[in-house]
């Protein structure tokens, strides 16, 4: 059975930085995009935007032009764990972010809908 897990999360300051983290259990294969989800407040969870998915087996990585800057997604395969940084925090940053995942692809994926596996989701909360 798949299991998503995230941490991380919390309430920080403008400018501050936070590290992500998702432990995922349950794939058989490398063949599996790991992606995270920003839901907005007021928003559902499948109306979030992806803003960074990594692909597992040649550890491709995708971060949303807007983030390219400030965020980055790595993976640290031995603990089944991808990580989000995120720098230079933004009140506007504030939202639960969700870890995502699906299997049988061959590349980052990049659409929120298109992801089968969810993890319960953390907060991050940026004030200003």
């Not at 432990?23 to 599996?32: F, N, Q």
């Not at 803003?51 to 990585?61: L, R, T």
């Not at 980055?72 to 870890?99: F, G, R, W």
């Amino acid at each position: 059975q798949v299991q998503l897990m995230e941490s991380g999360g919390g309430s920080v300051q403008a400018g501050g930085s936070v590290r992500l983290s998702c432990v995922a259990s349950g794939y058989t294969t490398d063949s599996v995009a790991v992606g995270w989800i920003r839901q907005a407040p007021g928003k559902e969870r499948e109306e979030g935007e992806v803003v960074a998915s990594i692909f597992i087996g040649h550890e491709s990585k995708w971060v949303k032009d807007s983030e390219q800057d400030r965020f980055t997604i790595s993976q640290d395969k031995a603990k089944n764990t991808v990580y989000l940084q995120m720098n230079s925090l933004k009140p506007e940053d504030t939202a639960k972010h969700y870890c995502a995942a699906v299997g049988g692809v061959r590349w980052t994926v990049r659409e929120t809908l298109e992801y089968d596996d969810w993890g319960k989701g953390t907060q991050v909360t940026v004030s200003s």
